[in-house]
């Protein structure tokens, strides 16, 4: 079974600093995809980041930037230029045939 | 607009009944799915279907029970064998393409037994 790791329960950041969210993943299979979603505290949940395993390349969307070490099956998260809407609670995830499992999630607070 | 909605919010039931929580979305998607999430544990699934007529289990479908007759709706059951049932609930769906493919949320439903 895939498993979904993320060992910080709780971050705290300054505004306008920097932020990783850290995530480890466990699989067997070569081809899959990774997940970033954020849930802000009205609980709808949005997609910050994807990445597909065969690309190399990190993706990166405006402040959202993913490190992806495929043969340590690590995924962060780096949030640059933080803002007080990026306030929520961030949850990892990675999907093979068409099951998504998610990890326990960080609680992302930013300080003004 | 298209979306996906969850209904209703929040859910009161009492020990021992079955309640169905709802779950209608107007996207075209093809695959539907069905998460509980408690604090600390992230989303786990429960069920999900990618065609009409047809569902698999999910890692924690003891007690819950679907039905999927129509492409739009996916609606869960909690029964009264689900031994703890409190918990947040979300639906989500995508098109059949999950990988990669993008998932949309609906705003979930609160579940409190009393």
């Known amino acids: 079974a895939q498993t979904v790791t993320q060992s910080q329960p709780e971050m705290s950041v300054q505004e306008a600093e920097t932020v990783t969210l850290s995530c480890t993943y466990d699989?067997?299979?070569?081809?899959?995809?990774l997940f970033w979603y954020k849930q802000p505290p009205s609980r709808q949940m949005i997609l910050v980041i994807r990445?597909?395993?065969?690309?190399?390349q990190n993706a990166t969307e405006n402040r959202f930037s993913v490190n992806f070490q495929k043969a340590a099956k690590s995924f962060s998260l780096k949030i640059s230029d933080s803002q007080l809407g990026d306030a929520a609670m961030y949850f990892c995830?990675?999907?093979?045939?068409?099951?998504?499992?998610f990890g326990a999630g960080t609680t992302v607070t930013v300080r003004a | 607009d298209g979306g996906i909605t969850q209904s209703p919010k929040y859910l009161f039931r009492k020990e021992g009944q079955n309640v169905t929580l709802s779950c209608e979305q107007n996207?075209?998607?093809?695959?539907m799915y069905w998460y509980r999430q408690d604090p600390g544990q992230g989303l786990r699934l429960i069920y999900y279907?990618?065609?009409?007529?047809?569902?698999q289990k999910g890692d924690i479908a003891e007690g819950y029970s679907v039905s999927r007759e129509k492409k739009e709706s996916f609606p869960l059951t909690v029964t009264s064998a689900q031994k703890n049932p409190t918990a947040f609930y979300l639906c989500?769906?995508?098109?059949?393409?999950?990988?990669?493919?993008?998932?949309?949320f609906g705003q979930g439903t609160r579940l409190t037994v009393v």
């Open positions: 989500a769906s995508s098109f059949l393409d999950w990988l990669g493919t993008e998932a949309f």
């Open positions: 996207l075209n998607h093809d695959a």
């Open positions: 990445q597909e395993a065969y690309k190399q």
């Open positions: 995830a990675y999907t093979y045939d068409y099951k998504l499992s």
């Open positions: 279907s990618q065609i009409v007529n047809d569902f």
């Open positions: 699989t067997s299979e070569s081809d899959y995809y």
